[in-house]
């Protein structure tokens, strides 16, 4: 596709449900990256994979949150028994092969998660 | 020491002047420093990146000025336009293995006319 793609772009949760947002990155993209945005400040890493394989996950913030690539492709990151906490705008981007100069990142224009 | 430290949080510029956003890092490894872009309701887009092995980097109106020894970079755009009206990111990676960005906490530039 032109770019990254990210459904929904809203999602409202009741506490205690658990969510899935997918990410579409652009197509041929090796690396994809997750990112979590909370009001008024810069995006946090969650998590990394590169291909279908998971590299970094050490920005998921606890094991209620859980991410996946299982094709290489598309990408899945899920959040069980929402907290209000995990409310922000969640970002998925992604590069021809990792963060470089030389391969720049692309973000998607986010889910905007908030949790009642 | 991953932190990015970014001034000032907003920033109101005349149109037609100079708007300057300021960052700071720790970590000593880091060594590639893009901004960011972004729109209400949209993604962070990339503006320009600069790597440590030169100190300054011009596109267009676009400039970041590196200074290595003090660990900091700035942003300025040069003749501000209305549509320049957005929150600016900038960001830090280094040669880690996990290719992450570290951001700072972002500058909302106004362009008045």
């Known amino acids: 596709g032109a770019g990254v793609s990210q459904s929904p772009r809203y999602k409202v949760a009741k506490r205690g449900q658990d969510v899935a947002l997918r990410c579409d990155p652009i197509?041929?993209?090796?690396?994809l990256f997750w990112y979590q945005q909370a009001l008024g400040q810069g995006p946090e890493f969650l998590t990394y994979?590169?291909?279908?394989?998971?590299?970094?996950k050490s920005g998921l913030p606890s094991d209620r949150f859980f991410a996946e690539r299982p094709e290489g492709s598309v990408s899945t990151l899920k959040i069980q028994r929402t907290q209000q906490e995990d409310s922000a705008v969640y970002l998925c981007?992604?590069?021809?092969?990792?963060?470089?100069?030389?391969?720049?990142?692309?973000f998607g224009n986010g889910t905007r998660l908030t949790v009642t | 020491q991953q932190q990015v430290k970014q001034s000032p949080q907003s920033l109101i510029v005349q149109k037609g002047g100079i708007s300057i956003i300021n960052c700071a890092y720790e970590?000593?490894?880091?060594?590639?420093f893009p901004w960011y872009q972004q729109f209400p309701g949209k993604g962070p887009a990339l503006l320009i990146a600069?790597?440590?092995?030169?100190s300054e980097k011009k596109e267009g109106r676009f400039t970041i000025s590196f200074n290595k020894s003090a660990k900091q970079f700035s942003l300025h755009i040069m003749d501000s336009q209305p549509g320049d009206s957005a929150t600016y990111f900038c960001?830090?990676?280094?040669?880690?293995?996990?290719?992450?960005?570290?951001f700072g906490t972002g500058t909302r530039l106004t362009i008045i006319p």
């Open positions: 981007a992604s590069s021809p092969s990792g963060t470089g100069g030389d391969s720049p990142l692309h």
């Open positions: 197509s041929g993209h090796v690396s």
């Open positions: 994979f590169q291909n279908e394989a998971q590299l970094d």
């Open positions: 970590n000593t490894a880091f060594d590639y």
């Open positions: 600069i790597r440590p092995d030169v």
């Open positions: 960001a830090a990676t280094g040669n880690f293995g996990n290719e992450k960005l570290t």
